[in-house]
């Protein structure tokens, strides 16, 4: 069974820095695009940045410039690195992985439970 194990949530004054961690939780065949979503209460999911296996990123604009995705292929895990946090950033942040558990299964998209992210003074 594949699991994506989040880390690094928590609460932060405005202005301050978090970094979360994904881990895939073990040897796969392929992993292709790996990325970070967000949802704060009442509001839909959004994208907050995806990274694909070469390494090619996207971020909301509402990131940009503040969020840095970063992914370790050795270590099957990804990053987020989050500068400059701001109220409006509070949000559960989640993880999704694309991915091929081995050669005999189908493409398909993981996602971690979540871990919550606040930034209040």
């Known amino acids: 069974q594949v699991q994506l194990v989040e880390s690094g949530g928590g609460l932060v004054q405005p202005g301050g820095s978090l970094r979360l961690s994904c881990a895939v939780s073990?040897?796969?065949?392929?992993?292709?695009?790996m990325g970070w979503y967000r949802q704060a209460p009442g509001k839909q999911r959004e994208l907050v940045a995806t990274?694909?296996?070469?390494?090619?990123?996207n971020y909301a604009d509402s990131v940009k410039g503040r969020f840095t995705i970063s992914r370790d292929n050795a270590k099957n895990t990804v990053y987020l690195q989050m500068n400059s946090l701001k109220p409006e950033d509070t949000a559960v942040y989640r993880c999704?992985?694309?991915?091929?558990?081995?050669?005999?299964?189908?493409?398909?998209?993981?996602w971690g439970q979540g871990t919550q992210v606040t930034v209040s003074s």
């Open positions: 999704n992985a694309d991915l091929r558990v081995d050669n005999y299964s189908t493409r398909r998209d993981y």
């Open positions: 073990r040897n796969i065949f392929s992993i292709y695009a």
């Open positions: 990274i694909t296996s070469g390494s090619s990123t």
